[in-house]
């Protein structure tokens, strides 16, 4: 069974950068899927921040592109998110979870439980 | 406000169907991109619900169904049930914004 469990710091100070690591049981992260990171800030819907391939492929939502980035160590089958110069609008909780892609068309098949980010000082 | 577009809130009673929609553009769901459906319950991450428009993962009960036409969508809910009380919200891909999308979520109450 596909597990997914996001660890990193409950609180970061404002411009700081938040780090957050996902950790994968029961599937490879170099096999077909992407893998991703998706937010939900308080009381407030869903919005998808990166996906990436273990072959390099990467994608950014472009309202955050700037300040993210995602990468995959297949050697500890965990991937991790980098999302800088924070502010008090990033405060949410952080999901990763597994993309599954069929001609081009994401869903999101496996989710982490999640971690709530707050940022501030 | 997100491009795709559902009611904030939906109710039912216990056996009742409901239905909630998704409404997108043409640079979303009428671009041919598929939708793809998700529950939360309280406290809990989103389940994917349907994918591609109308296929229900393993071990989702058959009562959920989705559709599309158009540049709109639907999950169809049969049989409601005490436990469907939770948050739903649409997914699909807008080549203006070169971004997977969430629609803003409904609701559902069980009466």
């Known amino acids: 069974q596909v597990q997914l469990q996001e660890s990193g710091p409950g609180q970061v100070k404002p411009s700081e950068t938040l780090s957050l690591t996902c950790a994968v049981s029961g599937y490879s992260i170099s096999g077909s899927y992407y893998w991703g990171w998706i937010r939900q800030s308080p009381g407030k819907g869903l919005e998808w921040i990166a996906s990436?391939?273990?072959?390099?492929?990467?994608y950014y939502n472009p309202s955050l592109k700037s300040r993210v980035t995602i990468s995959l160590d297949t050697s500890t089958n965990q991937f991790s998110l980098k999302l800088t110069s924070v502010t008090a609008a990033d405060t949410a909780v952080y999901y990763c979870?597994?993309?599954?892609?069929?001609?081009?068309?994401?869903?999101?098949?496996?989710w982490g439980q999640g971690t709530l980010v707050t940022v501030s000082s | 406000q997100s491009v795709l577009t559902q009611p904030p809130s939906m109710s039912g009673a216990p056996g009742q169907r409901v239905t909630i929609s998704c409404t997108g553009n043409?640079?979303?769901?009428?671009?041919?991109?598929?939708v793809h459906w998700y529950q939360q319950l309280p406290g809990t991450a989103p389940k994917l619900l349907i994918y591609g428009n109308t296929n229900r993962p393993s071990g989702v009960p058959d009562r959920f169904s989705g559709s599309k036409s158009g540049t709109s969508a639907s999950l169809a809910i049969t049989g409601l049930q005490a436990g469907d009380e939770a948050d739903y919200y649409c997914q699909s891909y807008d080549s203006n914004l070169s971004a997977s999308v969430f629609g803003g979520g409904t609701k559902l109450t069980v009466l």
């Open positions: 043409r640079s979303n769901i009428g671009a041919g991109y598929d």
């Open positions: 990436s391939y273990h072959s390099g492929s990467t």
């Open positions: 979870a597994r993309v599954r892609s069929s001609f081009g068309n994401w869903s999101f098949d496996y």
